[in-house]
Antibody, heavy 114, light 112 residues
Framework: EVQLVESGGGLVKPGGSLRLSCAAS????????MSWVRQAPGKGLEWVGR??????????EYAAPVKGRFTISRDDAKNTLSLQMDSLKTEDTAVYYC?????WGQGTLVTVSS | DVVMTQSPLSLPVTLGQPASISCRSS???????????LNWFQQRPGQSPRRLIY???NRESGVPDRFSGSGSGTDFTLKISRVEAEDVGVYYC?????????FGGGTKVEIK
């Protein structure tokens, strides 16, 4: 079965850190360009960033609101995508989705609050 | 950044009737490789998004043929030929031509 399963969400204080993981299965993860997309409560979709496949250069790109605070990485041997989130702000509160754009996970909720 | 503007914000439709959603970009979405990277997504209540259309008019596997995408340059449309109850949700366009990737604000489709 083709799927993406996120984990690692939770409650964190402003200024804190959190690491999200996404386990991929059922498709060729190594060739997929992977993104993180978030959705604040009651709001629309916002692209967070992406990482290219190794054959595509393996480089990363980020949206302005998270650049310098968030880091996307991948472990192709383990079919895993990660999102390291540092210096978290209340406005980072959202459901975070791991996606190849054609495949989406179920999302994991990150709440930043004191 | 490329701004994606969707209209209408809300679209009440009668079952069995057609529906149309517009997505306009602030600059051309034709990539230097000649491809237009414009996608459409559906998000049903309480669910993750699902891609319906990629590269303007290509349906994802399993997407009913009542969904179609069209357009070029800066002006794009998602059409539902005959709305069914399961089509209720929010629809988003996304451009992948320019960095950063940007979504439209969404169009909520509901049944009258």
């Amino acid at each position: 079965e083709v799927q993406l399963v996120e984990s690692g969400g939770g409650l964190v204080k402003p200024g804190g850190s959190l690491r999200l993981s996404c386990a991929a299965s059922g498709f060729t993860f190594t060739t997929a360009w992977m993104s993180w997309v978030r959705q604040a409560p009651g709001k629309g979709l916002e692209w967070v960033g992406r990482i290219r496949s190794k054959s595509g250069g393996g480089t990363t790109e980020y949206a302005a609101p998270v650049k310098g605070r968030f880091t996307i990485s991948r472990d192709d041997a383990k079919n895993t995508l990660s999102l390291q989130m540092d210096s978290l702000k209340t406005e980072d509160t959202a459901v975070y989705y791991c996606t190849s754009m054609s495949i989406w996970g179920q999302g994991t909720l990150v709440t930043v609050s004191s | 950044d490329v701004v994606m503007t969707q209209s209408p914000l809300s679209l009440p439709v009668t079952l069995g009737q057609p529906a149309s959603i517009s997505c306009r970009s602030s600059q051309s979405l034709v990539h230097s490789d000649g491809v237009t990277y414009l996608n459409w997504f559906q998000q049903r209540p309480g669910q993750s998004p699902r891609r319906l259309i990629y590269k303007v008019s290509n349906r994802e596997s399993g997407v009913p043929d009542r969904f179609s995408g069209s357009g070029s340059g800066t002006d794009f449309t998602l059409k539902i030929s005959r709305v069914e109850a399961e089509d209720v949700g929010v629809y988003y366009c996304l451009q992948q031509t320019h960095r950063p990737l940007t979504f439209g604000g969404g169009t909520k489709v509901e049944i009258k």
